[in-house]
């Protein structure tokens, strides 16, 4: 049950074309966001429709290869792990971030069709 502690999966459609951060150290970050959707009906039976936004961070190759390849609007399915974490803004106030931390990237959009 180890392997089942903190992991997330989600599918969703990106909502912005993936940005790279390079490190002095060589290191690259990759950040963009995705929409999840869900809908149900309510008591009086209509049909109700919620998007959640999740922030995604890809380290490494496996964010080379999501810079390269994935666009806003694509659509994926990502496995990883939460991560939280705080930081002072300029005002001095506190700013909580929750950040799914990317371990693996399935692409569900079609290829392409060849010209």
Do not use: C
Not at 66 to 95: F, N, W
């Amino acid at each position: 049950m180890n392997a089942l502690r903190n992991k997330v999966q989600l599918i969703g459609r990106l909502g912005q074309d993936p940005k790279t951060i390079n490190f002095d150290d060589g290191k690259s970050k990759v950040n963009f966001s995705i929409a999840t959707n869900e809908s149900y009906r309510n008591g009086e039976g209509d049909k109700i429709e919620k998007t959640q936004w999740h922030d995604v961070v890809a380290w490494g190759s496996l964010g080379e290869i999501m810079s390269q390849y994935l666009k806003k609007g694509a659509e994926i399915a990502i496995e990883g792990r939460l991560m939280y974490r705080t930081y002072d803004d300029s005002e001095g106030k506190t700013r909580y971030i929750t950040e799914v931390v990317a371990s693996d990237l399935l692409m569900l959009d079609k290829k392409p069709e060849e010209a």
